[in-house]
């Protein structure tokens, strides 16, 4: 199946999936007094979701790849972050593990997905029009 839109991703899907948990997560009354955590667990999850987006609209498979890095650098960010809310008993074990798996799943999908596009990336000369991201071809005359 050809990727029409960001949202046939299925990294972003994942990530999209990833912004709701955490978002339900840090609303929990002990969560959302720490407004410095929560808020900066809240910004690299979406931040994630995002880049993804972004990347995908750039209608660039080198600026996508640029961008696909990011969103797992953001990921990263998370997972470092449940750490904190785990150590300092925001979240417990059952809760850590459920987020850490979704993390960890949506940092797979996002690298699987920047490998292809890195390889897409290498196939095509410089020169060569790219994809657009609405999956039409480009206007030869722009």
């Known amino acids: 199946m050809a990727i029409k ?8 899907q994942a990530a999209r999936s990833l912004v709701a ?9 002990t969560f959302a007094r720490d407004f410095g955590l929560s808020s900066q ?4 999850a979406v931040s994630g979701m995002s880049n993804i987006a972004e990347g995908f609209e750039s209608g660039s498979p080198k600026e996508n790849a640029r961008l696909l ?3 797992r650098a953001s990921n990263a960010e ?15 074990q059952p809760e850590f593990e459920r987020l850490m ?21 290498q196939s095509i000369r410089e ?16």
């Open 69 to 71: 890095a990011i969103a």
């Open 78 to 92: 998370v997972r470092s972050l449940l750490y904190v809310a785990l150590d300092i008993g925001y979240i417990g």
């Open 5 to 12: 839109q960001f949202e046939d991703i299925v990294a972003w």
């Open 127 to 142: 020169d060569e029009p790219t994809y657009d991201a609405v999956g039409e071809e480009p206007d030869p005359f722009e």
């Open 101 to 121: 798996a979704s993390a960890q799943r949506s940092a797979r999908l996002v690298s699987a997905f920047r490998q292809s596009v890195v390889k897409y990336a």
């Open 41 to 44: 667990i809240q910004r690299a």
């Open 21 to 29: 948990d955490i978002y339900k997560t840090t609303r929990d009354q």
